[in-house]
């Protein structure tokens, strides 16, 4: 056996058949160097494949050991100390023995020849393998023409099946396999086996492709190459991100535990889901709606034990008074622990801004051990923010109930809902009117939002609604709950708040020790009194931080960080400037005219100053201060209650014909309106008239009537408590509010001489200040009171 010795070099994932041009680039040193000592002596070089591609330095082992001896016709450095070779094979040969070299592989080596059998068999393979390759050009584009044409001009076999095994698409391995057999009948056979399994993986190809067109429609066509990969990888058998997302869904829907029909509702969903395209719109709402009914806490509630005494305790740590909604609520902690399934119950707290109604609604879940969500319904106007939008509008989604429910993860919360006076109307619904059924305990069992469409339970929910004013509130509505109103807050209450409360957390905010400022009893009430006028204790807090952040600064400037202060009622007024209020009487004396009433206001009770002036004229009146309808009718009603008495007031009949009289309420940029305010203006006409002056020390509020009736008012409280603020000692108030005074804290009451009248007689008495011996009423007969009016059971006065 005659063999020969040649230098070697392995190739990666290439294999060279005999007759076949082939560009290498190299880059190992061996295979430079080979290479090169090919081309020195011009020789062949042996080409042979490696076993495994992704060995740097292959051993004698590792390459193959049939390859092709090839001429080097072309070597080329490139820039990066690379070579491009350019190489042509020319015949089969094998290893017989590796010769050692220092440079690079070596090989003795035998040349191996092709071999035909049986000649007639022979032509049959060959027809065969030319129109197979024929095809195959045809499906692969990657084949190119020019290949076609060089092989319809070779007529010997052998180097016919080297050349197209060169050029079919298949892996080196295999390649290599095609390239070790010497018949030219058996290699021949091999090749068609391979180019009839890429004919068969074209025609599946090409048959997915018509399969992922007849099921995409016209308007999707743009999604074709995301539909190929899905209808590829179900024929492999593999499953795609879509699949695995619905599978995940599935397994969630088993775990959650589910009313039958809700369950029923989201195995009918997801199995649309799965039969929808994953890029089609509607599977993106379908899959949304899905993961809503998953996220909903159907059945999910909190397990607390109930124990009173320490929800209780909770309640006081965390607010000072407010004994009514705490008082309701552990009434309902004490039924709860009575009753196996109790309706939650659903409260209205309404009061002036900053007396704590928001902050109740946490204290409740703390005391309660639930979770608390809360909704702010300030400047909603559509239904839908309650109710949701249905799933056919695009970007639908549920209303702001069943988002919070998502949220908070449990069926049985404490749920607040903020500012429900606050809300609007308008062409897109009234959103109040989609709150009764949530509010209403006999319907919210099965709420039924828009984006659900299904009934959801809302009937174990802790309601609570907070407003500041139940005028916003439709009546159907407040009908629905149980309202609880919270007062202002009084000096006494707000400073044990401060000292309980906000300096503590003003001191930690502002980064403050406990004991580095004191601030003092007096320098509280300093700012309580002439710096806030307020029901609440908010813009307190926010005063009391200022003077903190002023005392920060002077810290900072005169680098003293562990000095000490000291804030009292006199040193108050170097932190925060000129008061903004004045405290004391609403009037420092006695005067004709001048009347102080009691008003209502959404921030509390304040007290309003009326004031009337008679200059001679036609009998005319003028009413200012930007009043309400209501309460100029009131002025009229007082008027005309002043004519009916002129003659016991010791007047003439026809007074008013030579005067012209002018009410005025001073603030004129302030709107007001109510009829409290009746028997606070006759006493100013009467005072006016009569020249005689009004006690300062009174203030008055009750609603007039034309017989001098005193009618009763609301806001009592708040107005007390304002008659506080001011420094008032007597308040007159109608009979009929005397049973209002049990819910007036006892130190106002204590503090206010309170006089219950019937009567505007009674109101004139106690107001107007008389010389001694004078009576303010004379006794006249009642015909000279009628005049010339008779009374007959038959006859109208006339």
């Not at 090409?206 to 990888?233: A, C, H, P, S």
Request: net charge positive.
């Amino acid at each position: 056996m005659k063999t020969s010795l040649y230098p070697l070099m392995s190739l990666r994932d290439i294999v060279v058949f005999p007759h076949m041009v082939a560009p290498l680039v190299v880059g190992r040193t061996k295979s430079i160097h080979a290479l090169e000592d090919a081309m020195e002596k011009r020789t062949e070089i042996l080409l042979v494949a490696q076993q495994d591609s992704k060995v740097d330095d292959p051993e004698e082992s590792e390459v193959y050991r049939v390859g092709t001896l090839a001429v080097v016709m072309q070597l080329l450095r490139l820039p990066d100390g690379t070579i491009k070779a350019l190489v042509e094979g020319k015949r089969k040969a094998e290893v017989v023995s590796f010769v050692p070299h220092e440079k690079f592989m070596q090989a003795e080596v035998r040349f191996r020849e092709d071999t035909e059998d049986d000649i007639k068999g022979v032509e049959i393979y060959v027809r065969q393998l030319r129109n197979s390759f024929e095809e195959l050009a045809d499906v692969n584009r990657k084949i190119p023409h020019e290949v076609l044409k060089s092989v319809k001009k070779i007529e010997e076999n052998g180097k016919l099946v080297d050349v197209i095994s060169a050029h079919l698409p298949i892996k080196a391995r295999e390649k290599q396999a095609i390239l070790e057999i010497d018949s030219v009948p058996q290699r021949i056979e091999k090749v068609l086996e391979a180019i009839s399994r890429e004919l068969e993986l074209a025609e599946l190809e090409k048959d997915i492709n018509t399969r992922v067109k007849r099921r995409m429609g016209k308007t999707q066509r743009n999604y074709f190459l995301g539909e190929k990969v899905k209808v590829i990888q179900n024929e492999i058998g593999q499953n795609e991100d879509g699949v695995d997302e619905i599978g995940e869904l599935e397994q969630s829907l088993k775990k959650k535990e589910l009313p039958t029909i809700v369950r029923d509702k989201a195995q009918k969903e997801l199995k649309k889901l799965r039969n929808m395209p994953p890029m089609s719109a509607e599977t993106t709402v379908v899959r949304n709606y899905v993961d809503c009914i998953l996220t909903l806490p159907w059945k999910k509630k909190t397990r607390a034990k109930l124990n009173i005494d320490k929800a209780e305790n909770i309640l006081n740590e965390d607010h000072y008074g407010l004994e009514k909604p705490k008082e309701r609520i552990l009434e309902y902690l004490a039924v709860q622990a009575q009753v196996k399934k109790l309706q939650g119950p659903i409260l209205c707290l309404v009061g002036p801004p900053g007396v704590g109604k928001t902050s109740i609604s946490r204290s409740i879940a703390r005391a309660m051990g639930r979770k608390f969500t809360r909704i702010s319904l300030g400047g909603v106007r559509d239904e839908a923010e309650i109710r949701g939008h249905r799933r056919t509008y695009v970007g639908a989604m549920p209303g702001k109930i069943i988002q919070a429910m998502q949220k908070v993860g449990v069926a049985n919360p404490v749920f607040c809902l903020d500012e429900v006076d606050k809300m609007s109307t308008d062409f897109r619904g009234d959103p109040s009117s989609a709150l009764l059924e949530v509010l209403d305990p006999e319907q919210n069992n099965a709420f039924n939002d828009h984006y659900l469409d299904l009934d959801y339970d809302l009937s174990e929910i802790f309601f609570v609604t907070t407003a500041n004013n139940l005028d916003g509130i439709p009546l159907p509505l407040q009908d629905r709950m149980e309202i609880i109103r919270l007062n202002g807050y009084t000096e006494e209450e707000k400073q044990y708040i401060a000292e309980g409360f906000l300096i503590p957390k003003q001191l930690r905010v502002n980064g403050f020790k406990p004991d580095d400022i004191v601030l003092t009893t007096g320098a509280t009430l300093e700012i309580v009194r002439r710096y806030t006028r307020e029901a609440g204790v908010r813009n307190f807090e926010r005063t009391i931080a200022s003077v903190f952040r002023k005392i920060a600064r002077d810290r900072l400037k005169k680098k003293a960080k562990n000095k000490k202060y000291r804030v009292t009622a006199t040193s108050i007024l170097k932190y925060l400037g000129t008061p903004k209020y004045r405290f004391g009487l609403a009037e420092e004396r006695d005067e004709v005219g001048l009347v102080t009433g009691l008003a209502w206001t959404a921030v509390g009770g304040d007290l309003l100053q009326i004031e009337a002036t008679l200059m001679p004229g036609t009998g005319k009146m003028m009413v200012t201060g930007k009043l309400g309808d209501v309460m100029q009718e009131s002025a009229q009603a007082a008027l005309s209650y002043v004519r009916s008495r002129a003659m016991r007031l010791g007047l003439e009949p026809d007074f008013y014909r030579k005067l012209d009289l002018h009410v005025h309420v001073p603030e004129g940029a302030i709107p007001k309106d109510g009829p409290s305010a009746g028997i606070t203006m006759a006493t100013a006409l009467v005072s006016a008239i009569l020249k005689l002056p009004v006690n300062h020390e009174i203030a008055m509020t009750g609603e007039i009537t034309l017989r001098g009736r005193v009618l009763p008012i609301g806001g009592l409280t708040e107005k007390l408590l304002a008659a506080k603020r001011g420094n008032i000692k007597e308040v007159l108030i109608p009979k009929e509010n005397e049973r209002n005074l049990a819910d007036v804290p006892l130190n106002i009451r204590r503090s206010l001489t309170i006089h219950c009248v019937e009567n505007v007689d009674d109101v004139l008495e106690k107001a107007l200040v008389l010389k001694e011996g004078i009576t303010l009423f004379k006794d006249v007969p009642l015909a000279s009171v009628l005049g010339d009016y008779t009374v007959s059971s038959h006859n109208t006065p006339h």
